[in-house]
C-alpha cells in the first residue's frame, strides 16, 4: 500500500512539473492563432512587436528532467514489485534445469 501511494505520488509531482510548460506552450499557441507573437518574458500576447521565441528545451530543460525522473521513478515504484518476482522466479528456474 506505502508503495503504490509512494509511485503515485511520484507520477503527480511529475506531471504537476509538467503543468505549467504545458499551460505556457498553449497560450503560445493560441496567441499565434489568433496572429500575434507571445512574449516569453511577460507572458502574454503582443500584437504590436514580434518577439523571439526561446527554445522549450533552453527555458524549462531542468524542469523537464526532474519531471522525467519523477514519472521514472513513480513507474518504476508502481511496476518493479509486480513484475519482478516472476522474472526472479524463471530464473531461478532456468538455472535450476542446467546440469
Not at 14 to 19: K, N, R, S, V, Y
Not at 40 to 67: E, I, R, Y
Not at 79 to 99: I, K, N, S
Amino acid at each position: 500500500m506505502a508503495r503504490t501511494v509512494l509511485g503515485f505520488v511520484f507520477l503527480i509531482a511529475g506531471f504537476a512539473l509538467t503543468w505549467p510548460i504545458g499551460a505556457e506552450m498553449l497560450a503560445m499557441d493560441r496567441c499565434a492563432d489568433a496572429g500575434g507573437s507571445y512574449d516569453q518574458n511577460l507572458g502574454h500576447c503582443d500584437f504590436k512587436a514580434v518577439h523571439a521565441s526561446a527554445g522549450v528545451w533552453q527555458k524549462h530543460g531542468p524542469q523537464l528532467l526532474a519531471a522525467f525522473a519523477f514519472g521514472e521513478l513513480g513507474f518504476v515504484v508502481l511496476f518493479r514489485r509486480r513484475h519482478l518476482p516472476g522474472v526472479r522466479a524463471a530464473a531461478v528456474q532456468v538455472a535450476a534445469d542446467r546440469p
